[in-house]
């Protein structure tokens, strides 16, 4: 299966198979890409093709193909392609082999599937079954159907490392497919900040590319500058050919042109997927936090510092203490503590010292004010780090305790004089946050 060699076409999105991560899992056809757990395979040059490589996944590989759980097995059990979880026990291991050989297939394992098959084909016709072996040539070539459609292949079987950049922002992706005996086998992208010119630092980076992978190919192929003087972009291919000693082109019209467009284009893909994961990672973190705030009763939820305790078997105490700002860590503001006041295994004397330290630091140099302090810890440590702030600092902040259960994972979130569990769900953005 082509792990990466797609033509990608002009569309919204481009479509991907998924794993989906279920406890009977099956395969689907979807362009969009999430963090849920599922294994994604692609992009595709369009649907057709990751529909007929679905299809083809389904005869080989028997995962459940319905949404939701039918009553009784359906036609695709009789067919032999689905193992019927809706009615048989299927046993995890079983469902571990077929996504293993599936992820397998989609990550160009395709050579070594047909291989498995030959052979049992091969072997049902000398035991003259020949039905089974008709069945099993069928699929065979149904897999070199699939793959003659979308495998991008030349006809002079050349090794080429063909480059392609997209820049967004301040940033620069650059993409290099990889051509091997005239096939598209891998590509791979790296993402930068970029500081100077564009094609400058594109230059740069796939000289710095070989320095580090100095297997080389017969052929280089590049993009050409978009503002930039054809005489400079020929002095850019003379140096890296003198250098590298093979041959380097910025291919003008032709395939070898849309490989090169192919490459720029993937590259503006992955470009525009990161800045899209990031910017739904922060709408994310800025929704939990302000969410958090509101399970809690407070209507401004900014600056958020955090406590936690330990020690060596009793001794050597210490504590760290974190700091997120709507909903984001600030890893310059972590701060960690070695305890001076306290001898031996006291978790509230040290819960007092540490924030006792950090606060008298803050009202002396005139720092932000938290407008939430969490401990690690239940209504003890809560009491502790309440009295020195209130008593001692003449502070009023909002503390809250997380309580641990048996096996040391946070298990509630308690707060308010006298504390009381505030009742998160477990799987909400606010719980993960915490």
């Not at 969009?32 to 389904?58: H, S």
């Not at 399970?295 to 510092?305: D, M, Q, S, V």
């Not at 005139?366 to 401990?375: E, G, Q, R, S």
Request: aromatic share 8%.
């Amino acid at each position: 299966m082509p792990r990466y060699n797609v033509l990608l076409k002009d569309d919204k999105s481009f479509p991907y198979i998924k794993i989906t991560n279920e406890q009977h899992p099956r395969l689907e056809v979807t362009r969009k890409v999430i963090k849920d757990k599922g294994k994604y395979f692609g992009p595709y040059p369009n649907a057709f093709a990751a529909q007929q490589t679905k299809k083809l996944l389904d005869r080989l590989y028997p995962l459940r193909k319905c949404k939701m759980l039918p009553d009784r097995a359906c036609l695709y059990y009789h067919m032999g392609q689905c193992v019927a979880p809706c009615e048989l026990e299927v046993p995890a291991q079983q469902y571990e082999g077929m996504t293993q050989k599936i992820s397998r297939f989609l990550n160009g394992g395709h050579q070594e599937i047909k291989q498995d098959l030959q052979k049992k084909m091969e072997a049902a016709a000398d035991e003259l079954n020949f039905e089974r072996a008709k069945e099993l040539r069928d699929q065979i070539r149904h897999i070199d159907a699939v793959m003659e459609k979308q495998t991008i292949t030349t006809q002079d079987a050349m090794d080429r490392d063909i480059f392609g950049f997209a820049v967004d922002r301040g940033m620069m992706c650059v993409q290099i497919l990889y051509m091997r005996q005239g096939k598209m086998i891998e590509r791979k992208a790296s993402i930068f900040a970029h500081y100077a010119d564009i094609y400058e630092d594109f230059i740069s980076f796939v000289s710095q590319y070989y320095s580090e992978n100095p297997a080389l190919p017969k052929e280089i192929f590049l993009p050409a500058p978009d503002d930039q003087e054809q005489s400079d972009t020929h002095d850019e291919q003379e140096m890296l050919e003198g250098w590298l000693h093979v041959n380097v082109h910025v291919p003008k019209r032709g395939l070898k042109k849309k490989m090169v467009e192919m490459a720029c284009e993937n590259a503006k893909i992955a470009l525009d997927e990161q800045y899209r994961l990031l910017e739904r990672d922060e709408q994310r973190t800025n929704k939990a936090a302000s969410s958090l705030g509101e399970w809690i009763g407070l209507n401004h939820l900014h600056r958020i510092e955090a406590f936690d305790n330990s020690n060596t078997q009793g001794t050597d105490p210490v504590s760290a203490m974190v700091v997120f700002v709507d909903g984001k860590s600030q890893r310059d503001e972590y701060r960690k503590y070695k305890i001076k006041t306290v001898i031996g295994p006291d978790d509230y004397g040290t819960m007092k010292e540490v924030i006792r330290r950090r606060y008298e630091r803050v009202l002396k140099e005139n720092l932000p004010l938290p407008d939430l302090i969490i401990v690690d810890g239940g209504k003890g440590q809560m009491s502790a780090a309440v009295d020195v702030l209130e008593n001692e600092l003449g502070l009023y902040i909002p503390v809250a305790g997380l309580v641990k259960d048996d096996r040391h994972k946070t298990a509630q979130l308690m707060i308010g004089v006298p504390p009381e569990a505030v009742p998160l769900p477990r799987g909400s953005h606010e719980f993960y946050l915490l």
